[in-house]
């Protein structure tokens, strides 16, 4: 095996890219030098019922808002046509709005999660945590790409 993929084996990589002024790769450990929230969700799975799990981790919004997305943030009407995607290694994925998670806006507490039931998710990567949602499904785990898209301005 190469070095890289050793590398590869021990400490997720996270890609931060599309519309946004510092594109990043951030790992687990990174993620932690943001200011950490806690959040205790049930969610329930259609195939192994309610599951529980204490999560702690960045604001989604934080980590988005450090790399710049590309629009004006003193007119709230430029941020309604951004879009988030989200992707796990495996290849689930999910679109979140920009809207969703802005303060001004749904107020989510939507968190980039570092630890699950206290244990770092350095190998696995983080955990999309939205404490809202009944359904479990868009907890992605194992995220390793999240884009911001901002290219819906051409219908207007
Ligand atoms: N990467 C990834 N994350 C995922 C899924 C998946 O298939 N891939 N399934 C989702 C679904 S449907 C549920 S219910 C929860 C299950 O979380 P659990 O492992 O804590 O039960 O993970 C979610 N996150
Ligand atoms: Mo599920």
Sequence with gaps: MSQSHAVADTVAELALTGDLTRPARLTVPDLLAWPQHEADVSFECT???MRHH????PLLHDVLSAAGPVFDPARRKDRLRFLIAVSGADGHHALLSWAEIDPDFGRAPVLLA????DTLLDRGGPQLVLPQDRCGARHISGINAIRVDGGYASWA
């Design 47 to 49: 195939t192994s019922g």
């Design 54 to 57: 204490r999560f702690t981790g």
């Design 114 to 117: 570092a630890t699950i039931d």
